[in-house]
């Protein structure tokens, strides 16, 4: 869904796996190219997203929980490694940005200390399950978590913790440990961290880097199945049917998928919103809504920053109260979400919080893709919903 927008956090979420995936690689072979490798692809990842930062204290753990490194030889072989895996990161950075400033970049540098302040001042207005709050939720992205998620992957999650679990009660060799933290202090770490310490709470978006390694633990879930009793194995089978199912009936609408206990799409937009639903993915297929039903002008509430007007939709904005009339809104506007319409010819309209949500107490008689709702409004229920 993320990898169709012009966004940085599938960019961002591909470096960093195939960073670890370098980074791990240097702690089987200890080679040098691995470190300069794993290097170059966390930097890339930095210059594509500053979430990367938060993944950088994992290197030197990683890398000193699989070597152990005893003696002085074995500590200076790991600060070697750290070095060559520094030297990569930089020469990565600086070439994204230009080689702009030195040693870094002005403007990677001014990012930084903007995100550092940004996080220190006030929280953004956050919605979960039809709660508005400036404060936010601690399990916001536990929540946003499972119902983005495919139901299949939860469960084999489920299976791969009890199975974790299972092997620490019993004890026995714990070869696997080493593994399992590979694949584990990863989403740990972005989970901890935006759900205690950066409390920005945007949409599901901010949490995709995780999403690689969660997959991965997924896997343990599927071999535990796989070397279990015929009904594990026919579990697994039915797990995976529903896998494939649920993609392709969410297609194309990949970005506003929701798992099957949220209820529906119209029901989604009760629990969550922005990114994690609406980002203006469906303004071309109004274009094509309004062709096939022969409508030449609407009242818009377009959550968006593309001008209707470059899709040959001529419109004009939502009244503050109810009128009579054919509307199209974003279910982001609906839920009372307050953005900057940054396309009117006026850049820079404010739509305080909640000023169109007034037309979500009547019913809609379409939905165009899976963010934007039509509403036709006769005088007539005007007047029975006062």
Not at 141 to 150: D, N, P, Q
Not at 189 to 216: D, K, M, N, T
Not at 261 to 283: E, I, P, T, Y
């Amino acid at each position: 869904g993320h990898a169709s927008v012009a966004t940085l956090d599938t960019g961002v979420t591909v470096f960093l796996l195939a960073g670890f995936i370098a980074l791990h690689r240097l702690a089987q072979g200890r080679r040098r190219r691995w470190a300069l490798a794993a290097g170059a692809l966390f930097g890339c990842a930095l210059a594509s997203k500053f979430v990367a930062l938060f993944f950088l204290p994992l290197i030197p753990v990683l890398l000193a929980a699989e070597w152990k490194p005893r003696g002085r030889n074995g500590l200076f072989e790991l600060v070697r490694a750290l070095a060559l895996i520094a030297l990569g990161g930089w020469l990565a950075v600086n070439a994204a940005y230009g080689f702009k400033g030195f040693p870094l970049p002005d403007e990677m540098i001014d990012g930084v200390i903007f995100k550092t302040l940004e996080r220190g001042g006030s929280k953004s207005l956050s919605f979960l399950l039809g709660i508005w709050s400036n404060h936010g939720w601690w399990y916001y992205y536990l929540v946003a978590l499972f119902y983005k998620s495919t139901i299949p992957l939860l469960l084999l999650l489920t299976v791969a913790a009890r199975g974790f679990i299972n092997r620490l009660r019993s004890g026995g060799s714990r070869a696997w440990l080493k593994p399992a933290l590979w694949l584990a202090l990863p989403p740990l770490v972005l989970i901890e961290i935006l759900s205690f310490q950066y409390q920005i709470h945007f949409g599901i978006r901010y949490l995709l880097p995780a999403f690689p390694f969660l997959i991965l633990v997924a896997g343990y879930g599927i071999r535990t199945l796989l070397r279990g009793s015929r009904p594990e194995k026919v579990f697994l089978a039915g797990l995976l049917v529903w896998q494939v199912a649920a993609c392709a009936i969410a297609a194309p609408g990949h970005l506003a998928y929701f798992n099957e206990s949220v209820g529906g799409l119209n029901r989604a937009r009760k629990v969550l919103l922005d990114s994690n639903l609406d980002w203006g993915q469906d303004l071309g297929r109004l274009k094509a809504y309004m062709a096939e039903n022969k409508i030449d002008e609407i009242r818009l509430g377009y959550f968006g920053c593309v001008d209707p007007a470059l899709y040959g939709i001529r419109f004009s904005l939502p009244p503050l109260e109810p009128e009579p009339g054919l509307y199209a809104i974003s279910a982001n506007f609906l839920g009372g979400l307050p953005p900057v319409l940054t396309y009117l010819e006026s850049p820079g309209l404010y739509v305080p919080n909640g000023d169109w949500s007034w037309i979500d107490d009547y019913e809609p008689v379409d939905r165009v893709g899976s963010s934007i709702y039509i509403f036709k409004i006769e005088a007539s229920d005007i007047k029975d919903i006062r």
